[in-house]
Structures are given as C-alpha cells and as structure tokens.
C-alpha cells in the first residue's frame, strides 16, 4: 500500500511517497516541485493548482499509479480555527464497563458545538478521558464506570477553502486520505514525547506563511498560522535594495542573517557582482537589519499568541523548521525575542527502514517537516485501521510517535 503526503506551498510542493508492506514502512521518493494557485496556505486558483498538479501526479504514477489514490494533504491559512469541547454520556452496558461504542458516542458528542454551515470539522483531538470524576485518562476502555466524558481540542476550517483543495486534488487525479492542519502536521514530525509533555512550541516558517502549535502536559494548547513568512523577508530586501526578487532571494541565502548586532558593519557586498543591474555597495550589517526587522515581527505575533495562552513559559523551549528557519542568527534573534530555550527541528527518519541513504538524505532539511508530518499522519491511520501491525515492535515505535 502507498502513502503520499503533499505539502501545498505557496512556492514549493514538497512530496514524500512511502510503502506499507512486510512488516516495514519504506520511504520510496522525495519530490520538490514548484507550486502554483496557492497563497498563504489555501488555493486562490484551483485551475492553476488542477493544471499543476495533473504534471506532478503524472509524475509520481511512474513509480506506481496507486500513489495518488492515498493522499495525505495539508491545510493553513488564516481560517482555521480551534476551540476546546467537552462530550458527556452515560456509559450504556450493564455491566459498567467502557467499550468502544461508549468511545465513539463520548467523542461525537464532544463535536455537537455550534459552528456555521460553512464551517467543517477537520479534527478532534482528544485531550484527556474523565470516568466518574476522575481525570487524566488516557484510555478508558475495560473501565468500569457509569459517566464518560471526554475533553478534546475541535478545529474546524471555511467549507469553501476545504472544497477548493479537495476538488483541485481530484481534478487532478487524486485522492484524498485526509487533510491535516499544517501546524498540527508539522508538530507529529518535529516535536517527541518530552517535548510535549515538558511544554513547547514548534514554530514553522514557511514561504509566505507561519505556523505555530503549542503543547503542554502532552495536550495540544493552541496552534495557528500567520499570513507572514520568508518570501516578505525576500520582499523587504527587493524594496530596500531595488533589486529583482530574484537578487534579493540570493542575497538573502548568501549573505543573510537574522541578528545583526552579530555582523559588522565592515563587512561590505558589491552588489554588481551579483546582479550587473545594481551598481551599489552596502554593509553586511544593512541587510542584516532588514532581515531582522521582519523575523523579529514573526516572532512577536508568536509571543502575544504565547500570552494570550498564558504559555510564555515553556521548559522544552521552541523549536524552529520550515525553509525560513535555515536563516544564520536566527536561534539567536528567537531566543532575544521569545525569551526560550530554542532548537532546531531534529527528526527522526529511522523509522523508515527498507530506505536507501540517498532518498533518507533528499528529506533530511527543515523544509521538509511538514510533507514528514503528514506522512507520519498517514501511517498513524493505516494503523489504526490494522490492529495486527502494533504487535511488531519496528511498527509500535512509530505509532508511538506519529500523533499529536
């Protein structure tokens, strides 16, 4: 069986194709295409994203035509929302005790909120279980009891914005698994048990957007995404320097970094070496400071969201992925603006046995968090579905760490 995680960025589509089969999970490819039809995290143009992604998935059948027909996708942008909800019910077997027709019954009435017509739920993330007053449960069933309720996390997404993605996807030739909230995605690849448990917050900068989920007692406390990310930093520089975007995307690679009290003003670039266009010179230092400028207001936007939280305070401290992060001095400008201990995304590809070293190396950058997260959502799925797999211990490893 194939697994497909498509990450839909506003430049790039990154995506991971894995196999389930013989007791393993095998990363089979890693794709990275350029993107079209998709601005801050949703699709602005479905004939654009239909017109690409047919190419893409012309693609990707090459290596079988069933790689598209389990597609795990993500969904940002800026209408999203989360809420927490509390379903009640009285266990119905004589006995008292929990099974899972009580689990299901608790978990939909936890999703009996009031939300729009317009507005469709993408996730219920169960908090913890209560059984008689007593709190914390992880799972309850086998328990015996006469009350279940279930504390869990909605987040609901703009119909319109859903129906645009899955209706590009199928056009294209597709089919849809599932569709994952980016921060919530990102957060299964990125951030382990000790990190959830401890409290942290994974923050992924993107092309044009940026992501944040925060986690506490191995709870989800709040997640959203930002309509900034790395191609305004790109802008900023353009505009400042009067460059074409192009130019200011390779300054900003080669000659960039994030907290410029670190870089001397000594220290010169003559731009016409770099585009014969532009005939001026200017210091390390000026660039430095424009790239700041902005990173420093994504880092403030994630702040107040912390405090309004009321999770300034995280043990685990932060941890950055996405492109944007690959930034030099940017551990350091986050940590001046955050006031957290602050890491780098470290995933753990290991679990793809069966994977050659070159296809593991393809995946390994911070930009691809995301498309991992996803992948490790599609799996968690498989084995919920297929008990059998949990009895391996390669494949309980995994599910152990896939879901948030």
């Known amino acids: 069986m194939y697994i497909t995680a498509i990450d839909l960025?506003?430049?790039?589509?990154?995506?991971?194709?894995?196999?389930?089969?013989?007791?393993e999970l095998r990363l089979v490819d890693v794709f990275d295409f350029p993107s079209a039809g998709i601005r801050k995290g949703e699709v602005c143009d479905v004939q654009d994203v239909v017109k690409n992604l047919s190419k893409i998935f012309e693609e990707i059948k090459k290596i079988n035509k069933n790689t598209v027909k389990n597609i795990f996708v993500n969904l940002g942008g800026k209408n999203v929302k989360l809420q927490n909800s509390r379903g009640i019910?009285?266990?119905?077997?004589?006995?008292?005790?929990?099974?899972?027709?009580?689990?299901?019954?608790?978990?939909?009435?936890?999703q009996a909120i009031n939300i729009s017509a317009n507005r469709?739920?993408?996730?219920?993330?169960?908090?913890?279980?209560?059984?008689?007053?007593?709190?914390?449960?992880?799972?309850?069933?086998?328990?015996?009891?006469?009350?279940?309720?279930?504390?869990?996390?909605?987040?609901d997404a703009f119909n319109p914005t859903v129906n645009d993605l899955n209706k590009s996807i199928e056009i294209?030739?597709?089919?849809?698994?599932?569709?994952?909230?980016?921060?919530?995605?990102?957060?299964?690849?990125?951030?382990?048990?000790?990190?959830?448990?401890?409290?942290?917050?994974?923050?992924?900068?993107?092309?044009?957007?940026?992501?944040m989920a925060v986690f506490e007692e191995d709870r989800l406390v709040g997640a959203k995404v930002f309509p900034l990310g790395s191609s305004n930093i790109t802008n900023d520089l353009a505009i400042a320097l009067k460059a074409s975007i192009e130019t200011a995307?390779?300054?900003?690679?080669?000659?960039?970094?994030?907290?410029?009290?670190?870089?001397?003003?000594?220290?010169?670039?003559?731009?016409?070496?770099?585009?014969?266009?532009?005939?001026?010179?200017?210091?390390?230092?000026?660039?430095?400071?424009?790239?700041?400028v902005r990173l420093a207001e994504i880092f403030e936007l994630i702040h107040i969201e912390l405090k309004i939280l009321g999770k300034t305070q995280l043990p685990a401290g932060a941890i950055l992925c996405g492109g944007g992060a690959k930034i030099d001095g940017i551990i350091e400008l986050a940590k001046h603006e955050l006031k957290l201990p602050i890491h780098m995304a470290n995933y753990d590809l290991s679990l793809?046995?069966?994977?050659?070293?070159?296809?593991?190396?393809?995946?390994?950058?911070?930009?691809?968090?995301?498309?991992?997260?996803?992948?490790?959502?599609?799996?968690?799925?498989?084995?919920?579905?297929?008990?059998?797999?949990?009895?391996?211990?390669f494949i309980s490893k995994v599910f152990r760490n896939l879901m948030p």
């Open 9 to 23: 960025g506003s430049s790039k589509i990154k995506i991971l194709v894995a196999e389930i089969g013989k007791g």
């Open 89 to 110: 019910i009285a266990v119905s077997h004589a006995d008292n005790e929990i099974y899972q027709d009580d689990i299901d019954r608790v978990i939909k009435a936890s």
């Open 120 to 155: 469709k739920i993408l996730h219920t993330i169960i908090q913890e279980y209560v059984v008689d007053g007593i709190e914390e449960i992880k799972n309850p069933i086998g328990m015996s009891g006469t009350r279940l309720e279930v504390n869990s996390v909605i987040i």
């Open 172 to 211: 294209a030739g597709g089919k849809i698994a599932d569709i994952i909230y980016s921060p919530v995605a990102a957060s299964s690849a990125v951030l382990n048990k000790t990190h959830k448990e401890l409290g942290s917050v994974l923050i992924d900068i993107g092309f044009s957007t940026t992501g």
């Open 249 to 292: 995307e390779n300054i900003k690679i080669s000659y960039g970094h994030a907290f410029s009290r670190d870089v001397s003003a000594k220290d010169k670039i003559d731009l016409s070496e770099i585009d014969e266009n532009l005939k001026a010179i200017v210091s390390k230092k000026y660039i430095a400071e424009i790239i700041e």
């Open 352 to 393: 793809f046995n069966g994977t050659g070293d070159d296809i593991i190396s393809k995946s390994e950058g911070l930009e691809f968090a995301l498309s991992i997260g996803l992948l490790n959502y599609g799996c968690g799925q498989y084995m919920e579905k297929n008990p059998k797999w949990e009895k391996n211990d």
